[in-house]
């Protein structure tokens, strides 16, 4: 066995197992270092949007209140036309009804009145006039 050799060779391997933990060092100091600026970008990123997210957010919540508002009123709204409509028809119905109803009295009416002599009737009144106009001077002498 030649133990030179062997020493030699163990020297390289060792030389070799020293340069590749360097290698591995360095590389091992690049990543830490990357993963170091990652961290701050995240952390810088975070701080810059999160606040920007909580605004938009609380600005959501009250748009969206406002809509729950809106859309209460507007139900409210529907109710009361709904309610309005069903009285319109109601009153349209007993107006139907109060016509119906009375259009034999109206009729009744207007065939009385048709009948009414108004000739007859405003020669009676010319009349009266005639006979209450000599009292009216008559009794205008005592006053």
Same mark, same amino acid.
């Given at each position: 066995m030649d133990y030179g050799n062997q020493i030699t060779d163990r020297d390289e391997l060792l030389e070799?197992?020293?340069?590749?933990?360097?290698? #591995? $060092?360095?590389?091992?100091?690049?990543? !830490?270092?990357?993963?170091? %600026? $990652?961290?701050?970008?995240?952390?810088?990123?975070? !701080?810059?949007?999160?606040?920007? %997210?909580?605004?938009?957010?609380? !600005?959501?919540?009250? /748009?969206?209140? #406002?809509?729950?508002?809106? /859309?209460?009123?507007?139900?409210?709204? $529907?109710?009361?036309?709904?309610?309005? !409509?069903?009285? /319109?028809?109601d009153m349209g119905t007993t107006m139907d009804t109060f016509i119906t109803d009375n259009a034999e009295t109206v009729e009744e009416i207007m065939t009385k009145l048709e009948e009414i002599d108004f000739e007859g009737l405003n020669d009676a009144i010319e009349d009266l006039g005639d006979v209450v106009e000599p009292l009216a001077n008559f009794f205008g002498k005592f006053s």
């Open positions: 070799k197992l020293v340069k590749n933990s360097s290698k #591995q $060092l360095f590389y091992t100091r690049v990543t !830490s270092l990357a993963a170091l %600026v $990652l961290c701050a970008a995240v952390t810088v990123c975070l !701080s810059v949007v999160v606040p920007k %997210v909580m605004t938009t957010v609380e !600005s959501a919540n009250e /748009i969206l209140t #406002q809509v729950s508002e809106t /859309i209460t009123l507007a139900d409210t709204t $529907l109710e009361s036309v709904t309610a309005m !409509s069903t009285s /319109i028809s």
